[in-house]
């Protein structure tokens, strides 16, 4: 059974960062991209960044230069780095894994997890 658990959302104020974990068990975690996403109330899911097997990374406009995503085999998790946190990142973010990185890019990937709820104020 595959099992996304994300932790380490939170409240925070603006400007501050948040860590987000992701540990995944049930799957081949060496051979899967794995990728976060978010959603904020009212909107479409979207892309925050991913990164594939062999650990090239991909972000969006809007995580760019703030967040950083990277992963530890041995753990078998991926994490997201939070900087620079506004209050438009508010949103839960979801992690997700697939073996085919265009399929975490644009967020058909096969496997997900619960969510874990980011809030910034202002």
């Known amino acids: 059974q595959v099992q996304l658990v994300e932790s380490g959302g939170g409240l925070v104020q603006a400007g501050g960062s948040l860590r987000l974990s992701c540990a995944a068990s049930g799957i081949l975690f060496d051979l899967n991209a794995m990728g976060w996403h978010r959603q904020a109330p009212g909107k479409q899911r979207e892309l925050v960044a991913a990164?594939?097997?062999?650990?090239?990374?991909k972000y969006a406009d809007s995580a760019k230069g703030r967040f950083t995503i990277s992963r530890d085999n041995f753990r078998k998790t991926v994490y997201l780095q939070m900087n620079s946190l506004r209050p438009e990142d508010t949103a839960v973010y979801y992690c997700?894994?697939?073996?085919?990185?265009?399929?975490?890019?644009?967020?058909?990937?096969?496997?997900w997890g619960q969510g874990t709820q980011v809030t910034v104020s202002s």
């Open positions: 997700v894994a697939d073996r085919r990185l265009l399929a975490v890019l644009g967020g058909s990937g096969d496997h």
């Open positions: 990164i594939s097997s062999d650990a090239i990374t």
